[in-house]
């Protein structure tokens, strides 16, 4: 399996500019994830859909930020416009529903994919 | 408030030793316990899945223990190598079972 795929690995941009994020989960995986991590804060989780759909959003930070998954093997996190605040390595994950729903203990692994590092100038 | 600490905050150890790291959380109710491995310029990688009847779970080298009374748990590697160098990431479900509540991180390295 390919695991976890993200792009761009790097992205380096101006503040005020649009910053598009991808990742491909891996195949026949219910949930999908994206994290930020920064020195400071550790790892946040930003949003995380199940079958397409979002199920939270609590963790964007603000209306600059959105995510979409338009199908089951493809989403973009959005930054509109960027701010150098925003720099830090954002991961998306996925992962196997537990069997038993939401607000089910779920004993699966998240996979992660290997970050895209975002600098704004 | 869900919180999960770790101890130390890093740590250096010589090739072929042994050592542990330690994780304490508040997170309520608890589902599960978790332990991921994080190269540098990588994402973590899930080493162990713990649950509250599971008192230890190993994976090659690397054991995990868990005691739920004192909410406490600890990740023990063995004969320690050069590529075990990494942050090692506590990690408990919180609200809702799938947000992660993350440890801030153990930064290991082994040296030659």
């Known amino acids: 399996d390919a695991g976890v795929i993200q792009s761009p690995r790097h992205e380096v941009t101006e503040m005020g500019q649009e910053v598009t994020l991808r990742c491909k989960p891996i195949s026949g995986h219910d949930y999908l994830f994206w994290y930020r991590q920064t020195m400071m804060r550790g790892l946040e989780l930003l949003i995380y859909?199940?079958?397409?759909?979002?199920?939270?959003d609590s963790g964007m930070p603000e209306d600059r930020f959105s995510a979409k998954m338009p199908n089951a093997s493809f989403s973009t996190l959005k930054i509109q416009p960027s701010e150098p605040r925003d720099s830090a390595v954002y991961f998306c994950?996925?992962?196997?529903?537990?069997?038993?729903?939401?607000?089910?203990?779920?004993?699966?692994?998240?996979?992660f994919g290997d970050g895209t590092r975002l600098s704004i100038l | 408030k869900n919180q999960v600490e770790q101890s130390p905050q890093s740590l250096i150890i010589l090739e072929g030793k042994n050592c542990t790291l330690q994780?304490?959380?508040?997170?309520?109710?608890?589902?599960?316990l978790r332990w991921y491995k994080q190269d540098t310029g990588r994402g973590p990688v899930s080493l162990t899945i713990?649950?509250?009847?599971?008192n230890t779970k190993s994976n090659g080298r690397y054991t995990a223990t868990l005691d739920a009374d004192t909410k406490q748990s600890s990740l023990h590697i063995t004969a320690s190598q050069l590529s075990d160098s990494a942050s090692y990431i506590c990690v408990v479900p919180g609200a809702g079972f799938q947000k992660l509540v993350f440890g801030t991180g153990t930064r290991l390295l082994v040296s030659p």
């Open positions: 713990m649950t509250f009847s599971e």
């Open positions: 994780c304490n959380y508040t997170v309520s109710p608890f589902s599960n």
């Open positions: 859909f199940n079958n397409n759909v979002p199920i939270d």
């Open positions: 994950a996925s992962s196997l529903a537990s069997g038993g729903g939401q607000g089910v203990p779920s004993n699966q692994p998240q996979h």
